[in-house]
């Protein structure tokens, strides 16, 4: 199946430092969602973009859709230990999901 | 509010037995979603409902697997036989559907293996 290009593939880092993953798309997008994955869990939903070009907060991330709707990017800021997970990224059209390859994070405390 | 639930959580059973997962979807949500989660192929979409109706099966790997809604409140996936190529980590999802906002919450999945 199809699956969007995500960077980096992987991740490790100390506490408090900072985060940033994107996502790039050769088809436009209505809405690009992130999911944060645990290990024996399903995906959970962290931010949904609507709109080229937004930029959106939850908390401590960040993300941003961009303006061609081809790609978008999410940033951690001041990493912490339970920030450790898998990150997907998600382009969603006529209700359908196609999702990112993930990014696996991993924060040293 | 419960989110999607699923059962079982494991499931382990040999070749050609017949296996059938279960999905409860968020209370008045109108879209339904089974998921394949593999390290090869990541996660997949198998098929997907509106107001009980399937819509899209275009996902559906081979004619071992159906899926049904026979309500607003419940769904099945079935594999008959299962092969242990089939080993994988199923999810359900639901969505509220409404205009301009159709994210996707899933449920805690449900590992199959297939010996």
């Known amino acids: 199946g199809q699956q969007l290009n995500q960077s980096p593939q992987s991740m490790f880092i100390q506490e408090g430092e900072d985060v940033s993953m994107n996502c790039t798309s050769s088809?436009?997008?209505?809405?690009w969602l992130w999911y944060k994955q645990d290990p024996g869990e399903g995906p959970v939903l962290l931010i949904a973009?609507?709109?080229?070009?937004e930029l959106t907060s939850n908390g401590r991330l960040t993300a941003q859709f961009g303006i061609t709707r081809k790609d978008s990017f999410l940033n951690i800021s001041a990493s912490i230990p339970s920030d450790v997970g898998i990150y997907f990224c998600a382009g969603l059209k006529y209700y359908k999901l196609i999702f990112g390859t993930g990014t696996l994070l991993a924060v040293q405390p | 509010d419960a989110g999607v639930i699923q059962s079982p959580r494991h499931e382990v059973t040999e070749m050609g037995q017949e296996v059938t997962l279960r999905c409860k979807p968020i209370?008045?949500?109108?879209?339904l979603f089974w998921y394949r989660q593999t390290m090869m192929r990541g996660l997949e979409l198998l098929i997907y409902f509106n107001n009980n109706v399937p819509i899209d099966d275009s996902g559906m790997p081979e004619d071992r697997f159906s899926a049904k809604m026979p309500n607003a409140s419940f769904s099945t996936l079935k594999i008959q036989p299962s092969e242990p190529r089939d080993s994988a980590v199923y999810f359900c999802?639901?969505?509220?559907?409404?205009?301009?906002?159709?994210?996707?919450?899933f449920g805690p999945g449900t590992r199959l293996t297939v010996l």
């Open positions: 973009l609507y709109k080229a070009g």
């Open positions: 999802a639901s969505s509220p559907g409404s205009s301009g906002h159709n994210e996707q919450f």
């Open positions: 209370s008045g949500h109108d879209y």
């Open positions: 088809s436009i997008f209505n809405t």
